[in-house]
């Protein structure tokens, strides 16, 4: 086999159905590997994996590319989880860790598992349906409402935002001259809204609420934590919990529908096996690229990489990697895919994952259980959004059985 190098990797020539067969030239033939916009891309697991829980390697804050006059993305961008790196990441992390622990989670699984319930018998009244509009998207939302204690009636007007605000993406910029400012009008509304909500709960004679804004109240007094932290941490919540969750429950129903074997094994039980969640992401995952820089002269399998260089990890090639996963191409729901890569490792090592998990458990067991006879409408094609960082379908239609 040729260990040439197929040219300079470019997102624009990855095809979003199936990007699995071009991950896999570059891990073979180069796979730390400098690509057509000058940055480092990474496709073994090892080498990702090293990355993620080196600390030479940082966020150092949002995309420098958003623009000055995007006043309102820079300012809640800034204060963004993911793009922080200690101490400052150390702190909001312990704000919002105590939120997502699986005990707490455990608490939320009659609520979401209801929810799913609910969005499912909807879907069952039609022939055919699109996932991801009627289950996959507003699932995840109404959960994320639920625990941020917004009200039933602004969710669609959340998601509206939520998705504009995704348009910041370096992705999709490129595709839109209007994406940054869209992005910078959503977060304008969804500062101000939280902002509101804050002040609300402050007034005299009520109290922060037992929801997640109100955990987050008691515990900034007692952190000395300001209003901008607050606002940026439940806007990145809002985002960060939405789309990456509505990708893993379409993509996870693509993966099952593919495996007929795998669906049959799950139809035969009360509830999904142990570890399907993590094989599921694993196979495909929802993020299937993240970034990091280099805080140091560093080496990386055999490339010496410069303080300052952009790193992308491609946790799609990582996790396809015959060096850490047996068979990797083929969805095995007993597999051991402990240490995949989908929702990351070390210090930023995805805080929401549990809820993640219950919500793509849970969700997909109501939709099997609720639409036995659910399969893919052959008169439609499967339409992925042109994205390889939040990776999935933007239209996925389904005939229910019904």
């Not at 349906?129 to 969710?155: K, S, Y």
């Not at 009520?206 to 955990?215: A, S, V």
């Amino acid at each position: 086999m040729s260990t040439r190098p197929p040219g300079p990797f470019r997102t624009a020539d990855v095809p979003p159905a199936d990007p699995y067969p071009c991950y896999r030239r570059y891990r073979e033939a180069d796979p730390v590997h400098r690509g057509a916009d000058g940055a480092w891309y990474v496709f073994r697991h090892e080498d990702v994996v090293r990355v993620l829980t080196d600390r030479r390697y940082v966020r150092g804050g949002p995309p420098a590319r958003i623009p000055e006059s995007c006043a309102h993305l820079r300012r809640t961008t800034a204060h963004w989880l993911v793009f922080l790196d200690p101490p400052e990441h150390t702190r909001v992390r312990a704000l919002l860790a105590g939120s997502f622990t699986p005990p707490v989670v455990d608490t939320l699984r009659p609520r979401i598992r209801r929810l799913a319930a609910g969005l499912v018998a909807a879907m069952g009244e039609k022939e055919r349906v699109d996932l991801v509009t009627h289950f996959a998207a507003p699932l995840p939302l109404l959960v994320i409402g639920e625990l941020l204690g917004v009200p039933a009636e602004d969710r669609g007007w959340f998601r509206s935002r939520a998705l504009d605000l995704q348009l910041a993406t370096g992705s999709r910029t490129a595709r839109r001259p209007e994406a940054y400012a869209l992005a910078d009008a959503a977060a304008r509304d969804l500062d101000a809204y939280f902002r509101a909500e804050l002040h609300r709960r402050r007034a005299p004679g009520r109290g922060p609420g037992t929801d997640l804004i109100g955990r987050l109240l008691r515990c900034a007094r007692e952190e000395d934590l300001n209003d901008d932290v607050l606002v940026g941490s439940c806007v990145h919540l809002l985002t960060a919990g939405h789309e990456t969750t509505t990708n893993l429950l379409a993509k996870g129903l693509l993966a099952l529908l593919g495996h007929p074997g795998e669906l049959a094994l799950l139809r035969a039980g009360p509830a999904l096996p142990q570890g399907t969640v993590d094989e599921l992401v694993r196979y495909d995952s929802p993020v299937q690229m993240i970034s990091r820089l280099a805080g140091a002269d560093t080496e990386l399998g055999g490339r010496r990489v410069r303080r300052g260089a952009r790193i992308v990890l491609v946790l799609g090639s990582a996790n396809r990697d015959p060096r850490r996963f047996t068979d990797p191409d083929r969805l095995d729901l007993r597999r051991d895919a402990a240490r995949h890569t989908g929702f990351g490792l070390g210090p930023h090592y995805c805080l929401g994952a549990p809820l993640a998990r219950a919500e793509a458990e849970l969700g997909l067991t109501e939709l099997l259980r609720g639409l036995p006879g659910l399969r893919l409408d052959p008169d439609e094609t499967v339409c992925y959004a042109d994205d390889l960082v939040f990776h999935g379908p933007e239209r996925l239609v389904i005939r229910t059985g019904a």
